[in-house]
C-alpha cells in the first residue's frame, strides 16, 4: 500500500522557516516526480515545487522561487520542502504527492497523495 506522511507544519511568524518532510513508502519511486502543492482557504490547490528521484532537479513556482527549496534523501525514501523568509501568504495546507507521467505542475497528474500538514505564518 502506497503511502506518503508529511509533517513538519506548524504555526511560524513571518520572515521565519519550517521545513516539512514527506516520508514515502510502499513502492519503488526512482521514475516519479514528487510534487508539493499547497491550499488556502477558499482557493485552489497550486503547485509549488517538483523535485526528480532519479537526477533530482527540481522546479519552483515563481511564488516560491528563491525561498523554498526541495530535496531528497533516497536513503529514507522522504522528500523535504525547506521554507524561508515565510510570509503569511503562504497559508496553507501543504501536500507532497508522487507522479509517474503528465505536467508536473498539474495536481491531476498525480496519482498519490499524503494527508497533507497545516502552515500557519502570523504578520
Known amino acids: 500500500q502506497v503511502q506518503l506522511v508529511e509533517s513538519g507544519g506548524g504555526l511560524v511568524q513571518a520572515g521565519g522557516s519550517l521545513r516539512l518532510s514527506c516520508a514515502a513508502s510502499?513502492?519503488?519511486?526512482?521514475?516519479?516526480?514528487m510534487g508539493w502543492f499547497r491550499q488556502a482557504p477558499g482557493k485552489e490547490r497550486e503547485f509549488v515545487g517538483a523535485?526528480?528521484?532519479?537526477?533530482?532537479?527540481?522546479d519552483y513556482a515563481d511564488s516560491v522561487k528563491g525561498r523554498f527549496t526541495i530535496s531528497r534523501d533516497n536513503a529514507k525514501n522522504t522528500v523535504y520542502l525547506q521554507m524561508n523568509t515565510l510570509k503569511p501568504e503562504d497559508t496553507a495546507v501543504y501536500y507532497c504527492?508522487?507522479?509517474?507521467?503528465?505536467?508536473?505542475?498539474?495536481?491531476?497528474?498525480?496519482?498519490?497523495w499524503g494527508q497533507g500538514t497545516q502552515v500557519t505564518v502570523s504578520s
Open positions: 504527492a508522487a507522479r509517474n507521467s503528465g505536467s508536473i505542475y498539474l495536481s491531476a497528474s498525480y496519482e498519490y
Open positions: 510502499g513502492r519503488t519511486f526512482s521514475s516519479y516526480v
Open positions: 523535485i526528480r528521484w532519479s537526477g533530482g532537479s527540481t
